[in-house]
């Protein structure tokens, strides 16, 4: 009975240490995988980083150039050009059916 018992002591350090290899396993892939997500957090947050100065950038070439030129058109010829080309149009738009 002494010989179960000490085999059984002996089957249950073997089982520990085991475990403990595995959990030693399972910190070293958890940290790794810790590591990678960090640097793709770095990368992500420098590209996004980069993508708001392009954003501004842009915004302010649209302030300085296209709504001054907005500013500067006619809305009263603007008009009357559209008018126009829609008088240009009914005769197409007869033949097509509309």
Same mark, same amino acid.
């Given at each position: 009975? !002494? !010989? *179960?018992?000490? @085999?059984?002591?002996? %089957?249950?350090?073997? +089982?520990? #240490?085991?475990? &403990?290899?595995?959990? #030693?396993?399972?910190?070293? &892939? /958890?940290?790794?995988?810790?590591?990678?997500?960090?640097?793709?957090?770095?990368?992500?947050?420098?590209?996004?980083?980069? /993508?708001? *100065?392009?954003?501004?950038?842009?915004?302010?070439? &649209?302030?300085?150039?296209? &709504?001054?030129? +907005? %500013?500067?058109?006619?809305?009263? @010829? /603007?008009?009357?050009?559209?008018?126009? +080309? @829609?008088?240009?149009?009914?005769?197409? @738009?007869? /033949? +097509?059916?509309?």
């Amino acid at each position: 009975m !002494d !010989d *179960n018992k000490f @085999s059984f002591e002996e %089957e249950q350090i073997h +089982l520990l #240490r085991k475990q &403990l290899l595995v959990s #030693r396993m399972i910190a070293v &892939l /958890l940290g790794i995988i810790a590591i990678v997500l960090i640097i793709v957090g770095v990368v992500l947050v420098t590209n996004l980083s980069g /993508l708001v *100065n392009e954003v501004e950038q842009t915004l302010k070439t &649209l302030n300085d150039t296209v &709504l001054p030129a +907005l %500013e500067n058109l006619d809305m009263d @010829s /603007l008009n009357e050009t559209i008018q126009r +080309l @829609s008088e240009a149009l009914k005769p197409l @738009s007869g /033949l +097509l059916g509309r």
